[in-house]
């Protein structure tokens, strides 16, 4: 079925670097954007950016440059969201999830992954 | 840092009508961009459930529908069940340069 799986949760260190999986099945993966969403605990929807699945090309929104970046594999259908430099306000859970949307204006989002949760403790 | 403004929660009886309002401005709602509502059950990942202001995805019941006005909208929840407590959130495009696409800051419904 079309869906999203995300990869488990993690523990790391402040400092480390952490990968977060989103692999896609059940639809043509290079036809949708993929797009980051951060949710801190007990706090709202952040969104972080989305990567071109068709070019590979990603865009950050502000506040989400230069530790966090996107990447993919095609091959595999699956994009990446790699943090470095973790600190101890990653903590978060990490969603996935598909845009749709005939101009970049109409982007809404209908396909998400269950979240990653990322904890960064020493 | 949400640019949609939500109140943090409404509340209702069963079988009551309950509207979250999410307030934009001239960047994003204000200037027509569509507006899109997620539902957030307790421990799961958001779920689309009305997108393009007023449309509902397939198997989103009747009972949830959405309107837009100038830089405003609202989500209406009418014949409310125990099992629409949860979190709502909407979102829209903005067009300044911080992000693409903002969320709302979020309403907790909960049934009385």
């Known amino acids: 079925q079309v869906q999203l799986v995300q990869s488990g949760s993690e523990l790391k260190k402040p400092g480390a670097s952490v990968k977060v999986s989103c692999k896609a099945s059940g639809y043509t993966f290079i036809s949708y954007g993929m797009n980051w969403v951060r949710q801190a605990p007990g706090q709202g929807l952040e969104w972080m950016g989305w990567?071109?699945?068709?070019?590979?090309?990603?865009t950050y929104a502000q506040g989400f440059t230069g530790r966090f970046v996107f990447s993919l594999d095609t091959s595999v259908s699956t994009a990446y969201l790699q943090i470095s430099s973790l600190k101890a306000e990653d903590t978060a859970v990490y969603y996935c999830?598909?845009?749709?949307?005939?101009?970049?204006?109409?982007?809404?989002?209908?396909?998400w992954g269950r979240g990653t949760l990322v904890t960064v403790s020493s | 840092q949400s640019v949609l403004t939500q109140p943090p929660s409404v509340s209702g009886a069963p079988g009551q009508r309950v509207t979250i309002s999410c307030t934009g401005s001239s960047s994003n709602i204000g200037a027509g961009y569509d507006v899109h509502w997620y539902q957030q059950l307790p421990g799961t990942a958001p779920k689309l459930l009305i997108y393009a202001n007023s449309n509902r995805p397939s198997g989103v019941p009747d009972r949830f529908s959405g309107s837009k006005s100038g830089t405003s909208a609202s989500l209406a929840i009418t014949g409310l069940q125990a099992e629409d407590e949860a979190d709502y959130y909407c979102q829209s495009y903005d067009s300044s340069l911080s992000a693409f696409y903002v969320f709302g800051t979020g309403t907790k419904v909960t049934v009385l």
């Open positions: 990567i071109n699945t068709n070019t590979g090309n990603p």
């Open positions: 999830a598909r845009d749709r949307g005939a101009t970049a204006e109409e982007v809404h989002f209908d396909l």
